[in-house]
C-alpha cells in the first residue's frame, strides 16, 4: 500500500496500540479449522490492526498486538523453544537467498522485484525443525515514470505439510515490517478489501490460489470469501510492497515461520514450487491503474521430506 512503511513508522514512534493479546507464540494449526460465527474457517486471526494493510497497522510487541508473534533477537536466531535449540542450532542449519522474479502476461519480460531468504532450524534432537521465510523488495517493483508497483505480497504461502501436526509464527524482522493478520491451513488466499470477512469460511469447494474479484471497483461475493481447509498448505495474509514515496527505501515482510514434527532431507534442499507469493488486488495501484491484479510467484523452498507441492502453479495466477 502506497505510504504503507511511513505510517507505519509513525504508528510505530508513537507507541499507538488498540488491541492487547496475550497469545504470543506459536499457533497450532488443526485439520478441523476454527469455529467462528457462521462456520469454519481455516484462518486464525493474529495482528487485528491496520485493517489487514488498508489502514495502518501497528507492529507486535511483548505486551500487545502479539497473537502468532514471536521475538528473537535477529531474524537468525531460532524462534522456537530455547531448551530445545542451544548452541549452534540456534543458528539456520540451511539457509538460502534467491532473486524473486515476476514474469507472466502482465509483465513485459522478466523483472527481478527484490530477493527472499529460506532458513530451516533443526532441534537439538532432530524431532523437530522450523521453516523461515522472509521476502525483501528492491526499488525494481517501482516503475518511477509510470508510478506503479509490480507487485505488491498479499499472502506467503508454503506447502508440504500434508499428514502432520504443524504450527505457525511471524516475526517483524526487521522493525518496520508487515506484520501478519491472519494464518490458515489452506492453499487459498482470499482477497480483503475493507468490509471483506476476517476469517473467510470453508465451502469454497476448489483450491484457487486466489480467491476474490479480479476487477476494480467492487465487492467480492459470498463464494469469492472462502477458502477451503488444505492440510498441505500454511498461508499468511500481509502487505509488504515498495515504498514510492522518495524511490529509495525497499518493503520487507515479516519472518514467517512453520513448525513441524518432519524435518528435511539432508543434505538440505529446496524444492520448486514450495513458497507462492501472492497478489490479491487487495486496492487500486500508485497510479489509480488496475494493475494489481490477481498474480502468484512459485518460488523453490525447503520442505519436509517426501513433500508433495500441489496444487501445482498456474499462470498469471
Not at 157 to 176: C, E, H, K, N
Not at 221 to 237: M, R
Request: aromatic residues 10%; glycine residues 10%; contains cysteine.
Amino acid at each position: 500500500m502506497k505510504n504503507y512503511k511511513l505510517k507505519l513508522a509513525i504508528a510505530s514512534a508513537l507507541g499507538l496500540t488498540s488491541y492487547i493479546a496475550s497469545a504470543t507464540g506459536f499457533v497450532a494449526l488443526p485439520n478441523t479449522g476454527f469455529t467462528v460465527s457462521g462456520g469454519t474457517s481455516a484462518y486464525t486471526l493474529c495482528n487485528t490492526t491496520g485493517n489487514f494493510g488498508s489502514g495502518v497497522p501497528i507492529n507486535p510487541t511483548t505486551g500487545a498486538n502479539n497473537t502468532c508473534a514471536v521475538f528473537p533477537a535477529n531474524e537468525f536466531r531460532s524462534p522456537g523453544d530455547a531448551a530445545d535449540y542451544t548452541g549452534a542450532r540456534q543458528y539456520p542449519v540451511a539457509s538460502k537467498t534467491s532473486p524473486i522474479v515476476v514474469n507472466n502476461t502482465y509483465t513485459s519480460g522478466p523483472v527481478t522485484i527484490g530477493n527472499y531468504v529460506d532458513y530451516v532450524w533443526r532441534s537439538n534432537d532432530d524431532s523437530e525443525c522450523i521453516y523461515g521465510v522472509k521476502v525483501v523488495l528492491n526499488s525494481n517493483d517501482y516503475n518511477s515514470a509510470a508510478g506503479t508497483q509490480n507487485f505488491e505480497v498479499n499472502d506467503v504461502a508454503r506447502g508440504g505439510w500434508s499428514g502432520q501436526d504443524v504450527s505457525a509464527a511471524y516475526s517483524t524482522v526487521p522493525t518496520i515490517a508487515s506484520p501478519v493478520y491472519r494464518i490458515g491451513l489452506a492453499y487459498t488466499a482470499v482477497q480483503h478489501r475493507p468490509g471483506d470477512d476476517d476469517q473467510p469460511l470453508t465451502g469454497l469447494g476448489s483450491s484457487p490460489s486466489i480467491n476474490g474479484l479480479n476487477s476494480w471497483p467492487g465487492s467480492a461475493s459470498s463464494t469469492q470469501q472462502k477458502a477451503d481447509i488444505d492440510t498441505n498448505w500454511v498461508d499468511f495474509t500481509t502487505d509488504a510492497n515498495y515504498l514510492d514515496d522518495d524511490g529509495s527505501t525497499t518493503a520487507n515482510s515479516g519472518m514467517y515461520y512453520v513448525k513441524s514434527d518432519t524435518c528435511p532431507a539432508t543434505p538440505y534442499t529446496q524444492v520448486d514450487n514450495a513458497i507462492r507469493l501472492r497478489q490479491t488486488f487487495q486496492e487500486l495501484a500508485g497510479d489509480g491503474s488496475t494493475d494489481n491484479s490477481f498474480i502468484e510467484i512459485s518460488l523453490p523452498g525447503y520442505a519436509p521430506s517426501g513433500a508433495t507441492l500441489t496444487p501445482a502453479h498456474t499462470d498469471p495466477y
